[in-house]
């Protein structure tokens, strides 16, 4: 079973910010939270992950609360180029399950003019 | 950035023939590479590990004998569907590391279709 849980789908209007919630309440003090999203037909992409500090990259910001129980991937200006399935995935950075990912359903986000 | 290269991105073939997956690692070397498959509208699961110059490690569930795993050198891996049959009609994702720590780089998928 997936570690973590999403809302199955979410809008946001173009220009917006959209705001992707996620839960891992099980997360274990050497998981790091990644995100990745799927555009239709294609391979995911690697988005952005952290393992307790707030993060920024030029895709994305990651928002995780300080007791690692959830976090947000913030996309400050959404595009319609940014509807895609969003995964949040747990994992170790090394050891025997490193690359191991378990995917859960993910979010939906929907872009809309 | 680093790059995992799929070929083919799609193929068709018939029940009971043999269809032969290629993941490329394009700018860095991948001691170790995932397959992972996808149902239509389902998520992605983890097949097997690869690894190379050694046998690949599969998942429970999945028969090691049907799709069978070559990791020659460090920058391919294959992944071959034996004796396709229809449900075996998936989206097949490689994925792999540049290095420790980093994370998993995915292929573009190759999408099989078994009539």
């Known amino acids: 079973d997936a570690k973590t849980t999403q809302p199955t789908s979410m809008d946001c209007a173009e220009g917006r910010a959209a705001n992707l919630p996620c839960n891992h309440s099980?997360?274990?003090?050497?998981?790091?939270v990644y995100w990745y999203r799927q555009i239709h037909s294609q391979g995911p992409q690697y988005i952005i992950h952290g393992l307790k500090n707030n993060e920024t990259n030029e895709m994305a910001s990651l928002i995780i609360t300080e007791d690692r129980k959830s976090s947000t991937l913030i996309l400050p200006h959404a595009t319609l180029r940014d509807t895609a399935v969003y995964y949040c995935i747990v994992g170790a950075r090394g050891g025997t399950s490193y690359g191991k990912l378990t995917f859960g359903q993910g979010t939906i986000l929907t872009v809309h003019p | 950035g680093a790059v995992v290269s799929q070929h083919p991105s799609w193929v068709i073939c018939k029940s009971g023939t043999s269809v032969k997956i290629e993941c490329r690692s394009l700018?860095?070397?991948?001691?170790?590479m995932f397959w992972y498959r996808q149902f239509p509208k389902q998520s992605l699961m983890l097949m097997a590990t690869s690894n190379e110059g050694s046998k690949a490690t599969y998942e429970q569930g999945v028969e090691k004998d049907k799709f069978l795993i070559n990791h020659a050198s460090l920058t391919l891996s294959t992944l071959t569907v034996t004796s396709a049959h229809p449900e075996d009609s998936s989206f097949y994702i490689c994925s792999a590391f540049d290095r420790v720590g980093s994370p998993l780089h995915f292929g573009n998928g190759t999408r099989l279709t078994v009539t």
């Open positions: 700018d860095f070397q991948a001691t170790t």
């Open positions: 099980t997360i274990s003090g050497n998981e790091y």
